[in-house]
């Protein structure tokens, strides 16, 4: 009976999963037959799970997550997103927000959200609406007019997200997106970026270097070796949510990080 | 006690130039032939205005041409070797070094093909104002940062959007720049070309005077070409201003920025 019940539950996360890659290496061509930069990556993630990567430097997550996007293609394996192959960039199924906010600085807040609305030509005031509403999502109400020059490094990233939302994309990834911010700022933003999160029920994969903030933030934390990159665990976090500040000086929460920091450091 | 704003030091500094432009002359300090009053010369500038407006329409008419091959030049150029790898490993380090040529020295040769009117200017300094206008297009798309492109491909942005949308409005700054260097060197072709070798025109007016020692005259057409240079110098700078809003808009309000910046943490805490 119990193992019924297990290949039920299996079937449903296989049905739900929102990514799927399976035996994904990846070569960058060189002078001397390439660098190894990814090799046999399998992962699953479930709808509506935020899974936080970590790995050293050059490890190839960004790599990765480029794949996800269908900004790069694997030299070996399948992605699947949302049951689908993802041979370019699909906006309306993958959001992705990136380290430095990337946002065009001749463009307006409210402009720089809809400019994905505008590449396939929504209109003006179905645009305009949905840019606002965003900008209210990510707290930003009365700033739509400014650029980026105008705004801190916190409330560019906010504005970064609601570009990454505003499509509403099932799936969004995010590579080290508070790594430029400073530490108070991106406490704030990691906390507002799961109340945004709760509210949208989106699949999340987020790549970050610091500890902390993978345990802080995820549901499952995948860590990976350095180069060429093998995820060498899968680590389950069981803080319950709504999480708080607070938390992070639990004993669980300490055991968590310290796992983490273990296998990164024994990583090869 | 507080010092006069810049602004107001820089206009007491002209005023006062040209007091002594007047009054140097009228000690005796210095002979006419050095240097006339500054009464004299706008004396001169208005009882012969219908030869100095004359030669300013020339002159201002081969400025005009010379800055449109210039500018549409330097740009078309400037993007193709600028938006090109084959191009830019091809032509670039060529364009860059002949930059460094006095191309004042192939004027000779304009004059043999073009004649000694106004084809011959105009040719010269677009020429002139060519390079720096194709050069900082060429960098100015060549240097757009690499983000930009991989953020608008990820959301969905063809190779044409990534162009009109990303490329161009990225490069409008550094394109502005050569722009406004390109038209004041073709200014400066045009008058050099026009001392060098010419039948009208200010610079022609100026060599002119100079060779008959005409003294107030030569200082009236050099004022003349101050004030087309000061005037073209504040255009230029007005309309990159009104295109560039987004650089400008930073510069201009990042007090008021500060402030609302302080005001965020509010909405994030809620």
Redesign the interface.
Known sequence: MQHLANVTELRRRVEEAAIEVDGVSHVYAGADGGVAALVDIKLAVGKGRFVVIVGPSGCGKTSLLMMLAGLRQPSQGTIVCLGRPIPKPDPQRVGVIFQEASLFPWLSTLDNIEFPLSLRGVPRQERRQRSKAMLSLVGLEGFGERYPHELSGGMKQRVAIARGLVQDPPLLLMDEPFAALDEQTRMTMGHELLRIWSTTQKTVVFITHSLTEAVYLADEVLVMSARPGRIIDHIQVTLPRPRSYEMMATEQFGQLRDRIWQQIRKAP | MSWPAPASVRWLLLALLLVAWEVVPLTGALPELFLPALSKTLAVLYSDRQIYLAALLVTLYEVACSMLIACGLGILVGALVGGTALLRDLLLPVFSSLYAVPIVILYPIFTAWFGVGSSSKIAFAGVYGFFPVMLSTAAGIRTI?P??L?????????LS?QIT??II??S?PTVFAGLRLGGALTIIGVVVSEMLTASAGIGYLVTLNRTILDSPRVFAGILAILVLSIAYYMLARALETRMV???S???Q??S??GV??AA??A??A?
């Open positions: 940062d983000q930009f991989l953020a608008a491909r990820s959301m969905g942005a063809t959007q949308r990303v409005p990225a409008v809003v987004w650089q808009a930073g510069r309000q990042r008021s920025a609302s910046t965020v943490p909405p994030a809620a």
